[in-house]
């Protein structure tokens, strides 16, 4: 079985960490890591990846912003918001382009299950 690639974008590197070590061991690899919107934008137009792990409140573009412009770096992508911030203050256009909202406050056994159900297209 092909791995599940996975970027994950927060601007803080300890989260990014415990993303990583979250997923791994599992049928999931971290292909790239960004601190910031544009440097996620940037890594999504080099990488083939399959899951995006992104952070709502960062430096760089605002959160539809980046959503919108994933969507259309890296058609296909399941985008799996990881925010301390509900879903709902995404613009719905944007929010529907988004394939699962994990809060911070989840479990990291659930937010596991989230990125790599993504993955999977589930």
Request: proline residues 7%; negative net charge.
């Amino acid at each position: 079985m092909t791995p599940i690639r996975v970027v994950l974008c927060d601007d803080a590197a300890e989260m990014r960490s415990l993303l990583r070590w979250t997923i791994d061991g599992t049928d999931a690899t971290v292909v790239g890591e960004a601190a910031d919107g544009d440097a996620a934008l940037a890594l999504m137009a080099d990488l083939a990846a399959d899951v995006i792990v992104l952070d709502l409140q960062m430096p760089g573009p605002g959160p539809e912003e980046l959503i919108f412009a994933m969507a259309e770096v890296a058609p296909g992508v399941a985008i799996v918001t990881f925010s301390g911030f509900e879903p709902d203050l995404v613009a719905p256009g944007a929010a529907s382009l988004v394939s699962r909202h994990v809060p911070k406050t989840t479990d990291l056994a659930l937010v596991r299950e989230a990125i790599l159900g993504a993955g999977r297209g589930g």
